[in-house]
């Protein structure tokens, strides 16, 4: 039980921004927002996490609403390799990551 | 230098037979996973260990057997191998089994177990 929901898949067009909701509705207030990403055939890979605040790191931007119960993925110049299943999820204590089902992101050219 | 790696990365084997999957880290972690993805593509975390003791146990058939002689390293041993034991496993590390420190977990690149 994920309890994150996400659209099964989106399309971009490459080099403009690939925006990724996902809703939270019931987070608590110490669980955290992660974002993974996993590009086919390979292992997770970390993206950006944040609590209340927006974070920006050289991967993306998360942006979060203020009653924490919605965030954005931001990959601003989305290119072919960013092509991967997106993952948000909700930290649970004890580091006990869920993976829900995620979104599918097709970048195209 | 790969962060997490894992042998072998392509096993495939017939039914019954015991096998090991090994996972090594070098980013000096105290806590290591175990994730299983199945056919259906949903990763699921299996076993935890922090400083070489069990911290999660899922609800795991008793056939898999998490080893983990130091730090650096979590093995998963399989016992008596079924055909729903084929999927992706992944090895995994971070710094702190503690979720409220923002901690981030850093996957292998999976190993393919198909059993025949």
């Known amino acids: 039980d994920a309890k994150t929901t996400q659209p099964p898949s989106m399309d971009c067009a490459e080099g403009r921004a690939a925006n990724l909701p996902c809703n939270h509705s019931?987070?608590?207030?110490?669980?955290?927002v992660y974002w993974y990403r996993q590009i086919h055939s390979q292992g997770p890979q970390y993206i950006i996490h944040?609590?209340?605040n927006n974070e920006t790191n050289e991967m993306a931007s998360l942006i979060i609403t203020e009653d924490r119960k919605s965030s954005t993925l931001i990959l601003p110049h989305a290119t072919l390799r960013d092509t991967a299943v997106y993952y948000c999820?909700?930290?649970?204590?004890?580091?006990?990551?869920?993976f829900g089902a995620g979104t599918i992101l097709r970048v195209k050219s | 230098d790969t962060a997490v790696s894992q042998t072998p990365k392509y096993l495939v084997t017939q039914m019954g037979n015991d096998k090991s999957i090994k996972c090594e880290q070098n980013?000096?972690?105290?806590?290591m996973y175990w994730y299983k993805q199945d056919s259906k593509k949903f990763l699921k975390i299996m076993f935890s260990?922090?400083?070489?003791?069990?911290?999660i146990n899922e609800t795991v058939p008793n056939r898999f057997s998490p080893k983990s002689p130091d730090k650096a390293h979590l093995n998963l041993h399989i016992n008596s191998l079924e055909l729903g034991d084929s999927a992706v496993y992944f090895c995994?590390?971070?710094?702190?089994?503690?979720?409220?420190?923002?901690?981030?977990?850093?996957f292998g690149e999976g190993s393919w177990l198909t059993v025949v």
């Open positions: 995994a590390s971070s710094q702190l089994p503690d979720s409220s420190s923002g901690n981030t977990i850093y």
């Open positions: 019931t987070i608590s207030g110490n669980e955290y």
């Open positions: 944040g609590l209340k």
């Open positions: 999820i909700r930290l649970k204590y004890g580091n006990k990551l869920v």
């Open positions: 980013l000096g972690h105290d806590t």
């Open positions: 260990y922090n400083n070489k003791e069990l911290i």
